[in-house]
């Protein structure tokens, strides 16, 4: 039985609608749902498609011997969501975690809920769903005891895989009682009894580890790339190295000549706008993959001419200069920006501008997908996808089968960051296991493909200006942002950022400034645009805080303690009404509202952590950053050292989250700890740079991350107010990363007087 609680509105392959009752629907980014008018408009979970769903008959077994079998219908990517849901369930169920198992979903929307894992979501929409789950599950439990005892329910209760009667002191194992509870009705939404936050055994405390762990740790983790069956066959596929080439002329004879080489299979190119559609190519099969790399090399393949073969990164970037220089469109406007600035003298007007370059995702793990078709048109997928139910949109849509035809079965991600969200790959394994029948087919992609052929984060350029009053507190903030949109995926003449977009530090910023202009500047994607682990906060969170730590500069305050008197007191404010961001990542207003004095809060205890304001040797410094994202607070203090050939090292991170619940605070310490050196990255040594269409960079010889011996000693993780269950759950996956950079740039200028104001910085001429 299921029980279905909310309606889809949209799949994210939907792009727009225009309905007769006066409102827009359009699909921002990962699919949330922005409505141009209030009328019609839901939130959260309700705006996703599938929405939840929270019957226990769907994510809850019980053997005979009392092992609990608990479904995780999201995949693990590493951000923990795989034991952090089946927690949810167990603990309000009251099962002990030493007898649950946690298995794997395979892709079913319709009988689970919304799979898709991005947007730092998983918690935030599953979290109340699943403690009815777990409710649901104990008070069937405790039904069936009280039946078998002839005794009211209410004398008896649930307490550690027993249930008990507390007047004889009777017990009944949850084994015994799992044939008759499964006998009982579901209790209704209404009448599911939740725990109190102080009866919780497991939320909230680090009594459990994560529920893959002992696999990783000893390698017996199955990741995409890891699938193996007996009749497996191997492919690669040579893509067009320009967006949008397409083939012009192909000689495969060399190719089919190399040893184990089997077939070659042509990719067609995609058509219309690139959405997650296959680039095009040609694949070569083999029995292995070395085989069918050896055949690839063999290919002589010329392409067609691209509108894209002039992108260039150097001439891209004079483009972005330009229109950040000029008018663009308003997208938040109070009081007069011109007048405050026109009044200003010239000591008190102070503009800078901050670049950003494009980063591939690249997880550990490329993307891979192992795809299966039987004679009979019946297709099996087992694959590293964020979200299945794209992966399967694509394959039916290559194939022209019904969905219900297809079996997909998600395995571990080894890193994804939204790029596992476009199920590419999965499309193009099925494409040439439609060629192959009877085989299996796995698609490799290799570290050149990855960096290669990605879906990239944006390149923007964010230019700032302020004017500052007697007091040195801005009079005036005019924040010009001009990037490449995700829109451009779906509408290829899309130009300009758009609601969700903006809407990622731009628009929202809390600040007391009378006189506030936010505007977009117009270009065109002349690549694959991608959503990437905390998507625009990026280069918004970069370019606010280094010119928020410019001001204070300026006005010759410290740092924190200006930060604090521009937020302004405590106070909660509707992002509708306070900075016209209606999107507010598709949550509602009054749930979630700007509170300043939790991000006065996230910046206290990282300061605090970090020691603010110490005496540091010469060549140190200490830098601060902070943003809203993903509706979590985050502040980061980070000190850095600088040597004489200006060669950055980093001591120590102080990271302070406000995330609302917290589930399993080990995980949420693990996500801020990846950030810092993922931030460190993207900080001193990532880009990704276009000549002729292509992308310069390969491997990680060229295109850099931190290494081991290059992160900071230190990682302290600040929880705050991590005892308000009260409080609506944020995401934590992606918040942490958008303050690394800028409290790195900060830190650099507190230790050598030197601004950095394009990344990577690399080294501190």
């Known amino acids: 039985m299921m029980t279905r609680m909310q309606t889809p509105v949209l799949r994210r392959r939907t792009v727009l609608a225009v309905g007769a009752t006066g409102f827009v629907l359009a699909v921002t980014r990962q699919g949330e749902v922005f409505a141009a008018e209030e009328e019609g408009r839901k939130y959260g979970a309700d705006s996703m498609p599938g929405g939840t769903v929270d019957d226990p008959l769907v994510f809850v077994q019980i053997a005979g011997d009392g092992m609990v079998t608990i479904t995780a219908h999201r995949v693990e990517m590493g951000t923990g969501v795989r034991t952090s849901l089946p927690l949810i369930v167990a603990d309000e169920m009251e099962a002990d975690w030493s007898r649950v198992k946690v298995v794997q979903a395979v892709a079913d929307e319709a009988r689970y809920g919304n799979q898709n894992v991005d947007g730092s979501r998983s918690v935030r929409h599953f979290m109340w769903p699943m403690r009815r789950v777990g409710a649901a599950a104990r008070q069937m439990l405790e039904a069936a005891a009280a039946a078998r005892w002839s005794v009211p329910v209410a004398e008896v209760r649930a307490d550690r895989h027993e249930v008990v009667h507390a007047r004889t002191g009777r017990r009944l194992g949850y084994g015994e009682l799992a044939a008759d509870a499964m006998r009982q009705s579901v209790p209704a939404a209404d009448r599911r009894s939740l725990k109190k936050a102080a009866q919780f055994r497991y939320i909230g405390k680090d009594l459990v580890h994560a529920v893959d762990m002992e696999d990783i740790g000893r390698g017996r983790a199955v990741y995409g790339i890891d699938q193996h069956t007996k009749d497996m066959v191997y492919a690669v596929i040579e893509r067009p190295a320009v967006l949008g080439a397409r083939l012009k002329s192909r000689d495969t004879e060399a190719a089919m000549q190399v040893p184990g080489v089997l077939k070659v299979v042509e990719i067609p190119a995609y058509r219309g706008s690139p959405a997650f559609q296959p680039l095009g190519g040609m694949a070569v099969v083999a029995k292995n993959t070395w085989a069918a790399m050896q055949g690839r090399k063999a290919l002589k393949l010329e392409w067609d001419a691209s509108s894209n073969d002039g992108y260039d990164s150097t001439e891209y970037r004079k483009a972005l200069e330009k229109a950040a220089r000029e008018p663009g469109k308003a997208v938040r406007n109070q009081g007069d920006v011109a007048a405050a600035w026109g009044k200003a003298g010239e000591r008190q007007r102070v503009a800078a501008e901050y670049y950003i370059p494009h980063h591939a995702h690249a997880s550990m793990e490329p993307p891979s997908a192992t795809v299966q078709i039987s004679e009979d048109g019946k297709c099996r997928i087992w694959a590293c996808v964020q979200d299945p139910q794209n992966a399967l949109d694509g394959v039916a849509k290559v194939l022209g089968i019904d969905r219900s035809h297809i079996t997909l079965q998600p395995l571990l991600l080894g890193g994804a960051f939204g790029r596992k969200s476009k199920a590419d790959y999965v499309t193009e394994a099925a494409i040439i296991a439609n060629a192959m029948r009877g085989s299996t087919v796995k698609v490799v992609w290799t570290r050149e493909d990855d960096i290669q052929h990605d879906f990239y984060h944006a390149v923007s350029l964010e230019r700032l200006e302020a004017a500052l009053g007697p007091d040195g507190m801005p009079t005036s903030w005019l924040h010009r942002t001009v990037a490449p949109t995700i829109g451009s995926l779906f509408d290829s003449g899309a130009q300009g950022e758009g609601a969700s977009e903006v809407g990622m530090g731009a628009i929202n910023v809390p600040y007391r400034i009378p006189n506030l202009r936010v505007e977009t500047g117009r270009v065109p994607a002349m690549t694959?645009?991608?959503?990437?682990?905390?998507?625009?906060?990026?280069?918004?969170?970069?370019?606010?805080?280094?010119?928020?730590?410019?001001?204070?500069?300026?006005?010759?305050?410290?740092?924190?303690?200006?930060?604090?008197?521009?937020?302004?007191?405590?106070?909660?404010?509707?992002?509708?009404?306070?900075?016209?961001?209606?999107?507010?990542?598709?949550?509602?207003?009054?749930?979630?509202?700007?509170?300043?004095?939790?991000?006065?809060?996230?910046?206290?205890?990282?300061?605090?952590?970090?020691?603010?304001?110490?005496?540091?040797?010469?060549?140190?410094?200490?830098?601060?950053?902070?943003?809203?994202?993903?509706?979590?607070?985050?502040?980061?203090?980070?000190?850095?050292?600088?040597?004489?050939?200006?060669?950055?090292?980093?001591?120590?991170?102080?990271?302070?989250?406000?995330?609302?619940?917290?589930?399993?605070?080990?995980?949420?310490?693990?996500?801020?700890?990846?950030?810092?050196?993922?931030?460190?990255?993207?900080?001193?040594?990532s880009e990704i740079s276009f000549e002729k269409g292509a992308v310069k960079q390969s491997n990680f010889n060229d295109f850099l991350v931190?290494?081991?011996?290059?992160?900071?000693?230190?990682?302290?993780?600040?929880?705050?107010?991590?005892?308000?269950?009260?409080?609506?759950?944020g995401g934590v996956g992606e918040p942490p990363l958008p303050p690394v950079a800028p409290a790195i740039a900060n830190a650099i200028f507190a230790a050598t007087g030197k601004r950095m104001r394009d990344l990577p910085i690399r080294k501190v001429g």
């Open 528 to 685: 694959r645009i991608g959503w990437f682990r905390s998507v625009y906060n990026i280069p918004h969170a970069y370019a606010t805080q280094c010119f928020i730590a410019e001001l204070a500069h300026r006005a010759g305050k410290d740092h924190k303690a200006y930060a604090l008197e521009l937020i302004g007191p405590a106070r909660r404010l509707d992002p509708g009404e306070a900075f016209s961001d209606r999107w507010n990542y598709s949550e509602s207003p009054k749930r979630y509202p700007f509170d300043t004095g939790r991000l006065r809060g996230v910046i206290e205890a990282a300061c605090k952590g970090a020691k603010w304001g110490r005496k540091l040797p010469k060549g140190r410094g200490l830098g601060l950053a902070f943003c809203y994202s993903f509706l979590s607070y985050v502040a980061t203090v980070i000190e850095v050292e600088v040597n004489d050939q200006g060669e950055v090292r980093m001591i120590a991170a102080d990271m302070a989250i406000d995330c609302g619940p917290q589930i399993t605070p080990e995980r949420i310490r693990n996500q801020m700890e990846g950030a810092v050196v993922m931030g460190m990255g993207i900080a001193l040594m």
């Open 706 to 729: 931190a290494r081991h011996n290059e992160a900071p000693a230190a990682i302290r993780t600040h929880m705050v107010n991590a005892d308000r269950l009260d409080l609506p759950p």
